[in-house]
Every structure is written in structure tokens, then in C-alpha cells.
């Protein structure tokens, strides 16, 4: 397996939590997890989506994005999934990466600080160039 090196950034409301890191050494995905303020609870409503901080802003190499994905036993369990999966995390953002959470399931959800809330893999980027025709 090759590998990249991302950048991670910890934001102020970020301390304390864990860095975005693999489960394991083959798990695809790093989880990233929910740094709402410690003591409070964000719930989530059945049919309700929320924009959930991560506390981590990341440096993703040129060629590379990074795709947020749901976690599938929160969405298997719960109903709770990523709205736009996978979210793109572009190589030039550098602002905080959040998670849109969406609960499908039939009761509210507790999001919690530190929860691990969804995953996220680095893929290569393949560019395309766009070239107008009359005829395809």
C-alpha cells in the first residue's frame, strides 16, 4: 500500500479530540469526529440535518481530495447518514471540515463531543479537460 501525508490542522474547539486517523491499518477511511462543546448535546430530529464541526481544518495534497462518507453503523443502526455522500473536500480548501448529518431513522439522535460521526477517504483526482463540440 502507498501512501499520502495530509496535513491536520486542530481548530481551538478541536482540543482534546482525536485527529482524523484509520480504525485500522487497512480501514480505507479516517473517522472524523464531532466537535460540538464538551458537556452539550446536538440532537437530531427524525427528518432534521445538521452541519456538524469536526475541530480539524486539513491540507490535502494537489491530485487528492478528500471524500466524507457515512459510517455504516451509524446509518445502519440509527439512520443517520451523510446528506451530500460522499461530501468533496477539494486539495485547495483549508477552512474547517463539517459533516452534514441527516437522521432518516424514526427517533431523534444524540450527537455527542467526540462521537465519531462519518469517515473520510483520499482519493487521487483525475482532472478532465472540457472541450466544447457540435457533434459527440
Do not use: C
Not at 17 to 24: E, G, M, V, W
Amino acid at each position: 500500500m502507498s501512501g499520502i501525508t495530509v496535513l491536520v490542522r486542530r481548530l481551538p474547539h478541536g482540543q482534546g479530540l482525536p485527529a482524523p486517523h484509520p480504525k485500522s491499518a487497512l480501514a480505507a477511511g479516517a473517522d472524523l469526529p464531532a466537535a460540538v462543546p464538551d458537556g452539550e448535546t446536538l440532537m437530531l430530529a427524525p427528518g432534521a440535518r445538521a452541519l456538524v464541526p469536526t475541530g480539524f481544518a486539513l491540507a490535502i495534497p494537489a491530485g487528492y481530495e478528500g471524500q466524507v462518507r457515512p459510517r455504516s453503523g451509524l446509518a445502519a443502526n440509527h439512520g443517520i447518514t451523510v446528506l451530500n455522500a460522499p461530501g468533496t473536500v477539494d486539495a485547495d480548501y483549508r477552512g474547517e471540515v463539517k459533516v452534514v448529518l441527516v437522521n432518516h431513522g424514526e427517533a431523534p439522535f444524540a450527537i455527542t463531543r467526540g462521537m465519531r460521526i462519518a469517515q473520510l477517504v483520499i482519493a487521487a483526482v483525475t482532472v478532465a479537460t472540457f472541450v466544447e463540440a457540435e457533434d459527440l
